[in-house]
């Protein structure tokens, strides 16, 4: 049985561009519309579609607002936004995309658009997941079970890709303002786009949110943000240089896990969420030689399961937790007593 493709766009060359595109895939079937709110509710219970395709007139269009409350409810399937070539306020789309929660966006101005797309398409598909029982290897039954006693730290490293913006809204949603170690998130996200996503997770946040500016100093009550398509090396008195690396993802999850274990050792509590590929991988072999710690998020919760599984199924993983989970095990971590500010230990 194939599955679904759904694009809501009223762009009928975008619409006829795509389909010809899909046509190529017989595993998946393409159904473009021009829906309004009424026939969109009707189509998702008819269709059943496994991942929707939003065009980039659709937040703009008078009816954008019913059509959110359709593809945002408990059971919508997953939404990636397509970015036209020439967006006159590109911090505006991305705010759109995380207020629809989209899990993934694809700019078209891209060569390899087209490319991507399929991509994370495939990535979302239960067609190109395994199953349930398949995913519970025995390094994951290990790791949920496991509880851990928190040890020293100096720093929360968070590492995400797809789905990582609402999973990181609703872990900083929940960690109060006297949260006492410093985070430091690494989001796969273009450049332009991090301060946007900085912007919403302070409006849910009551730690102190903000993309890493030049020569920043981590410190508790503060989450930071490395922007899109930079790098970030940490120093031992705890200030943040930015620059730029090629070759790697952007920002890097492993670089900025062997930059925090030159600079802290094994003080550093490593998070790796909902995400493609295994980017953190190496990083974590190498803060678990050093004597850290890593949590990772558990595949019932996973928009993709494919950072965390990396690390889960390498034996790497000291706990695996679900997302709603996961602030509550951080806040044992991150206990007022610990020193306020990051200090050279």
Not at 11 to 31: N, P, T, V, W
Not at 158 to 171: D, E, F, R, V
Not at 234 to 253: I, K, M, T
Not at 288 to 306: N, T
């Amino acid at each position: 049985m194939s599955d679904t493709i759904l694009l809501l766009s009223r762009q009928s060359d975008l619409a006829h561009h795509l389909l010809q595109h899909f046509q190529q895939h017989k595993a998946l079937r393409f159904y473009p519309s021009l829906a309004g709110p009424q026939e969109l509710h009707s189509l998702l219970q008819r269709l059943n579609p496994q991942v929707v395709l939003v065009g980039p007139d659709i937040t703009s269009a008078a009816d954008a607002p019913a059509l959110r409350e359709l593809l945002t409810s408990a059971h919508s399937p997953p939404l990636i936004f397509l970015q036209a070539a020439h967006h006159p306020r590109p911090s505006e789309f991305w705010q759109a995309a995380l207020d629809w929660g989209a899990v993934e966006t694809v700019a078209m101005s891209e060569k390899n658009w087209l490319k991507t797309l399929l991509q994370y398409v495939e990535a979302l598909l239960p067609l190109g997941r395994e199953s349930r029982r398949q995913r519970q290897s025995a390094a994951l039954k290990a790791a949920e079970s496991r509880r851990l006693t928190p040890t020293p730290c100096r720093l929360l490293l968070i590492g995400a890709s797809t789905g990582g913006p609402q999973a990181l809204a609703q872990i900083l949603s929940e960690l109060p303002a006297s949260f006492a170690l410093p985070i430091l998130i690494v989001q796969h996200l273009p450049g332009g786009f991090t301060d946007s996503l900085a912007q919403q997770l302070q409006s849910l946040s009551a730690l102190q949110v903000r993309e890493v500016q030049p020569q920043d100093q981590l410190q508790a009550g503060q989450a930071l943000i490395v922007p899109g398509s930079q790098q970030v090396r940490l120093l031992r008195n705890g200030q943040l240089v930015l620059y730029s690396a090629e070759g790697h993802s952007r920002p890097s999850v492993n670089l900025t896990l062997i930059s925090a274990i030159q600079a802290f050792q094994q003080k550093v509590l490593a998070l790796i969420l909902t995400g493609m590929g295994q980017d953190g991988l190496d990083g974590v072999q190498r803060l678990k030689a050093a004597g850290g710690r890593c949590l990772a998020e558990h595949p019932s919760s996973c928009v993709v399961y494919g950072m965390p599984r990396a690390v889960i199924e390498a034996g790497l993983a000291d706990r695996v937790l679900p997302l709603p989970r996961i602030a509550s095990e951080l806040k044992r971590w991150g206990q007022p007593q610990t020193p306020r500010a990051l200090q050279k230990s």
